[in-house]
């Protein structure tokens, strides 16, 4: 099975540069990926923080900031958001809105 990357930008001095959606093939792993210099990054599920399991893990090295989820599957589908804090002290996120696609 082929991962799914779904990738978003934000800017500098806090502007978010562009927000992606995309529907995924069900059981199928997805990364998502957001790129932007920005700190003490989190990623929400529907607003939610979310905390980290077998299932689902975040990775960021100060620009690329991942959450790597093991099988999408639609109770999954929703809105996730990568929240930080720029290097001027200002703080960004960007959506990315997933959804399953049924076979």
Same mark, same amino acid.
């Given at each position: 099975?082929?991962?799914?990357? %779904? %990738?978003?930008? %934000?800017?500098?001095?806090?502007?978010?540069?562009?927000?992606?959606?995309? $529907? %995924? @093939?069900?059981? /199928? @792993?997805?990364?998502?990926?957001?790129?932007? #210099?920005?700190?003490?990054?989190?990623?929400? *599920?529907?607003?939610?923080?979310?905390?980290?399991?077998?299932?689902?893990?975040?990775?960021?090295?100060?620009?690329? /900031? #991942?959450?790597?989820?093991?099988?999408? $599957? @639609?109770?999954?589908?929703?809105? *996730?958001?990568?929240?930080?804090? $720029? @290097?001027d002290g200002g703080t960004?996120?960007?959506?990315?809105?997933?959804? $399953?696609?049924?076979?």
């Open positions: 099975m082929d991962e799914v990357k %779904v %990738v978003g930008n %934000v800017g500098q001095q806090g502007a978010l540069m562009s927000a992606s959606s995309a $529907t %995924v @093939p069900n059981n /199928h @792993p997805v990364i998502l990926e957001v790129r932007g #210099e920005v700190d003490d990054v989190e990623w929400m *599920y529907n607003g939610q923080k979310i905390q980290q399991s077998s299932s689902t893990r975040a990775t960021s090295d100060g620009f690329t /900031h #991942e959450l790597f989820i093991d099988r999408m $599957t @639609p109770d999954r589908d929703g809105t *996730y958001t990568c929240k930080g804090n $720029t @290097p960004v996120s960007c959506d990315i809105k997933v959804s $399953t696609l049924m076979e």
